[in-house]
């Protein structure tokens, strides 16, 4: 790995793809790894020069479809290659096709969606804020006029009975229509001037939310799938910058300076809250089967019991040395963590507590 790593990690098969930024910092890399060795299978080198802020290389996750990976990168361009050899099909640079008419301070970091059938695109153009592909040549399906991007990425499903996709725009939060991209709603926060980073949380039918500056909120929906702009509930001091929370079995977790489980059906309500160092600055969660899994900026793993009614932390181990700035959503397959550190990436075999790089 050249430079300190943004975007997820994804694996599908017995592949692992992760970005990377060649040490000229004016050329990405996307790399294809062997599951089970890391021995790197292909990759693929473009130039795209630049300077934003927290460095250059992607932030978005790999999507893999099928036989084909869908690659976005921080300054625009996106790429459909062939998952078995990196191939590439066709290829889009948001930025200049669309006429993005904002400046980007941290690029571009919606990961790419499927929705519909197309692939949805998030180029922030006043007459493409979002787009919708054919996956398999580019070909534009729809666009839908609106606002730049925010630092977000978008989500799917069902919301008032409609499939939308759901995500920020640099001030607002919008619902768009899966089939067409007409904009069915959008709500202005009661504080402006959030960097809209964590990605919505669709839960039941319902849309959780949870900013610096306006805190959580869960957001019902009425008829022809308008939101309620009133919150159902709110939660203000879980307010994170970047960190996405999760959801399972009708708790959420989040951390703002704190880890905190919040009760979804009794309006968010604190169950409890856990303090720790580790909590003060980015980091990364994962959730399932009564576990939660706390993944820190300095690599260390905590293991957290998601059904007691206690802060509860089950165990704790570092696995990268000196680091200090991990970022990158991992993957995790079965038992095995793919873990993106600053300058690598290693597999974590959580049943034996082992790492191997």
């Known amino acids: 790995m050249q430079d300190a790593g943004l975007g997820g990690v994804a694996v599908a098969r017995s592949a692992v793809l992760v970005s990377d930024r060649e040490s000229n910092d004016t050329t990405d890399v ?3 790894l062997q599951l089970d060795s890391g021995k790197e299978l292909w990759s693929l080198r473009y130039p795209a020069p630049g300077k934003l802020d927290y460095g250059n290389s992607s932030r978005a996750t790999p999507l893999v479809v099928g036989d084909r990976v869908y690659l ?6 996106v790429h459909a290659v062939d998952l078995r050899t990196g191939r590439i099909l066709w290829k889009k640079n948001l930025a200049t096709e ?3 008419q904002a400046d980007l301070k941290w690029g571009y970091c919606a ?6 059938g197309k692939l949805i695109l998030y180029p922030g153009g006043a007459a493409a804020a979002i787009v919708a592909v054919e996956p398999d040549s580019g070909e534009i399906a729809w666009k839908s006029a609106g606002r730049p991007p925010a630092y977000g990425s978008l989500v799917t499903g069902k919301l008032g009975g409609i499939e939308q996709i759901v995500g920020h725009d640099a001030e607002r939060l919008v619902g768009w229509e899966v089939a ?6 959008s709500v202005e926060p009661e504080l402006p001037g959030d960097f809209n980073v964590p990605t919505p949380r669709i839960v039941n039918g319902q849309l959780l939310i949870a900013t610096e500056g306006n805190g959580a909120r869960l957001f019902s929906f009425g008829e022809q799938g308008r939101i309620v702009a009133k919150p159902a509930a709110t939660f203000a001091q879980l307010a994170p910058g970047t ?5 399972s079995e009708g708790r959420v977790f989040g951390i703002h300076d704190a880890l905190y ?4 059906a009794k309006g968010l309500k604190p169950i409890w809250r856990g303090r720790d160092k580790a909590f003060q600055e980015h980091a990364n969660l994962l959730v399932g089967s009564g576990r939660l899994l706390v993944i820190t900026g300095e690599a260390e793993l905590m293991l957290v019991d998601a059904r007691a009614d206690e802060y509860r932390v089950l165990g704790r181990q570092r696995v990268l040395a000196d680091e200090s700035g991990l970022l990158a959503h991992p993957a995790l397959v079965g038992t095995r963590l793919y873990l993106r550190g600053s300058r690598e990436i290693v597999c974590v075999e959580l049943g034996e507590a082992k790492a191997a790089r």
């Open 30 to 32: 996307f790399r294809c």
């Open 72 to 77: 976005a990168g921080a300054h625009g361009q």
């Open 98 to 100: 669309f006429s993005l």
């Open 111 to 116: 990961s790419p969606l499927i929705a519909g």
């Open 180 to 185: 067409t991209g007409r904009e069915l709603w």
């Open 243 to 247: 960190h996405t929370p999760v959801v």
């Open 261 to 264: 489980c919040l009760d979804l």
